[in-house]
Nanobody, 125 residues
Framework: QVQLVESGGGLVQAGGTLRLSCTASGGTFGRYHMGWFRQAPGKEREFVGMVTRSGGTYDAEPVKGRFTISRDNAKNMLTLQMNSLKPEDTAVYYC???????????????????WGQGTQVTVSS
């Protein structure tokens, strides 16, 4: 059983930056693809970005060039650096772990084994 705990959310003005962290425990972190998702009020949870077991990254189009995802297997930690934040980035951000063989199954949320509890990010205009 893997536990995921997010931290680093908060309130920031448009154009500002935030750094989210996700700390994993209870499993072998390096075995999992790790991803970030977000859910705004009244909307479905959507893919933000992921880093594969081998270190490859995928980013959703709305955040390309602004968000950077990375992982540190030695620290069992996933990080999301968010720059040039916009009001439409406001959401609860979730960390996710997947043992899927493919990145597509993570992006589509078809195969997510564990979710964190989420951390709120609010961007004011």
């Amino acid at each position: 059983q893997v536990q995921l705990v997010e931290s680093g959310g908060g309130l920031v003005q448009a154009g500002g930056t935030l750094r989210l962290s996700c700390t994993a425990s209870g499993g072998t972190f390096g075995r999992y693809h790790m991803g970030w998702f977000r859910q705004a009020p009244g909307k479905e949870r959507e893919f933000v970005g992921m880093v594969t077991r081998s270190g490859g990254t995928y980013d959703a189009e709305p955040v390309k060039g602004r968000f950077t995802i990375s992982r540190d297997n030695a620290k069992n930690m996933l990080t999301l650096q968010m720059n040039s934040l916009k009001p439409e980035d406001t959401a609860v951000y979730y960390c996710a772990a997947s043992s899927s063989a493919t990145a597509g199954a993570v992006i589509s949320k078809t195969r997510i084994d564990y979710w964190g509890q989420g951390t709120q990010v609010t961007v004011s205009s």
